[in-house]
């Protein structure tokens, strides 16, 4: 496993498309131009008619604060296997939280699909985000209209 402190070096790494990325440089967040109810509905309905993507759930969290999406982009899934069985718990899917900010606008946030290689030195994980961040652009740049 790698050192947490490499993390820190990470921080300064662009995001997926435009997003921010958190100082410890794993979570991409974005604000929406959309109400969440209405950018979970784009996200869920995109995934459930394209036969690359997998929805799993939606959720509420935080006392129905947020609404959080599971889905997994199923063409990662050899590389995911061939790092071993152990990791995954992994599987190629991303979490997504959608939940108002203070000032009343709509944010979106997510794990870097980079996670996975600092959980593990794998080769074939270095693969799967090479192959997964530009489709998890691609599904945010249509479907939330994030440039």
Same mark, same amino acid.
């Given at each position: 496993m790698k050192r947490a402190s490499m993390l @820190?070096? &990470?921080a300064t790494s662009i995001g997926l498309v435009a *997003? @921010?990325? =958190? =100082?410890? *440089?794993m979570f991409i967040t974005h604000d929406l131009d959309m109400e969440r109810a209405e950018a979970v509905a784009a996200i869920r309905d995109r995934v459930e008619i394209n036969e690359d993507w997998l929805f799993l759930a939606e959720f509420g969290l935080a006392g129905g604060a947020v609404t959080a999406l599971k889905i997994c982009? &199923?063409?990662l899934g050899g590389d995911i296997v061939a790092a071993g069985l152990h990791v995954m718990a992994m599987m190629p899917c991303g979490n997504m939280a959608f939940y108002e900010t203070e000032d009343g606008g709509t944010e979106m946030s997510m794990l870097d699909l980079r996670f996975m290689t600092e959980l593990s030195d794998a080769p074939s994980l270095k693969a799967a985000v090479e192959t997964g961040r530009p489709a998890f652009e691609a599904l945010l740049s249509d479907t939330l209209d994030i440039r």
């Open positions: @820190t070096g &990470l *997003g @921010t990325v =958190a =100082a410890d *440089g982009y &199923l063409p």
